[in-house]
């Protein structure tokens, strides 16, 4: 990300994917979108958390339940996040995974509750997911805790949807 597109993206000007490393800078090509142009293609709720960092409350989404076989997708952008068969029953009452897709995420370190946190975003629209601890299951140990507002479910008989433009 260039210097300006930082700027940018600090004022929140526009919605841009952070990346971990070099390698997932490669794939997949970053949608920008200034957050007016996100609002009005995503339901509110789904916006805020996606955009404004917001958290959906515990229990509230029915993916957290959601036991098929498939792909979860950024609910913004449509680029897949994780398969279902990574997906398991954290008990805290928000979708939990224990390993992403190849080059799906990006990290950050947020500070805005005690201590640290490991947030991650979707690496091609910046959309904030959730956060990322190290009491998950074997054999990654990590636990990605999700919004599940953000994520859109695609059973795996059916076709994953197009990247959004």
Known sequence: ???????????????APLFGS??????PPALL?????????????AYRVLFEEDTERPGTSPLNGEKHDGTFVCAAC??????SSKKYDSGTGWPSFFDPLPNALGMKVDFKLFGPRDEY?????GG??????????????????????????????DKLPELRK
Do not use: I
């Open 1 to 15: 990300m260039n210097r300006r597109l930082s700027l940018q993206y600090l004022m929140g000007l526009v919605s």
């Open 22 to 27: 070099a390698a997932q800078a490669a794939n």
């Open 33 to 45: 979108k200034a957050k007016s142009e996100w609002a009005k293609l995503l339901p509110e709720n």
């Open 78 to 83: 449509y680029l897949p996040l994780f398969d």
């Open 121 to 125: 975003h979707c690496a091609r629209c």
């Open 128 to 157: 904030h997911q959730g956060h990322m601890f190290d009491d998950g299951p074997k054999p990654t140990g990590k636990r990605y805790c999700n919004n599940g507002v953000a994520l859109n479910f695609v059973a795996r008989a």
